[in-house]
Nanobody
């Protein structure tokens, strides 16, 4: 199993940027896929994108150019860079990891609030 801990959320003004982190520990060697979701109040959970073992990133619901997923394999940290934040980006951002045992693990989430 793996443990995932997100950080980096907070209150930011419109137009600002944030870099969220998802630190993994445990059986990180077994991770085959990881990614980010977000969920705004009253809305369903929304997949932002995924990163695979070969570092290929696929974006699902990400306005072009504003969201970037990356990772530091040496530190076992995945990042989500969000630029030009908008009020509609306000949500709980959560990371997940799929392991070779076909189980999905989640972090607890980090809140992002965009407001002036």
């Amino acid at each position: 199993q793996v443990q995932l801990v997100e950080s980096g959320g907070g209150l930011v003004q419109p137009g600002g940027s944030l870099r969220l982190s998802c630190a993994a520990s445990g059986s990180t060697f077994a991770i085959v896929l990881a990614g980010w979701y977000r969920q705004a109040p009253g809305n369903p959970r929304e997949l932002i994108g995924t990163i695979r073992g070969d570092d290929r990133v696929t974006y699902e619901n990400s306005p072009a150019g504003r969201f970037t997923i990356s990772r530091d394999n040496a530190k076992n940290i995945m990042y989500l860079q969000i630029n030009n934040l908008k009020p509609e980006d306000t949500a709980l951002y959560s990371c997940y990891a799929d392991l070779t045992n076909q189980r999905r693990y989640w972090g607890q989430g980090t809140q992002v609030t965009v407001s002036s």
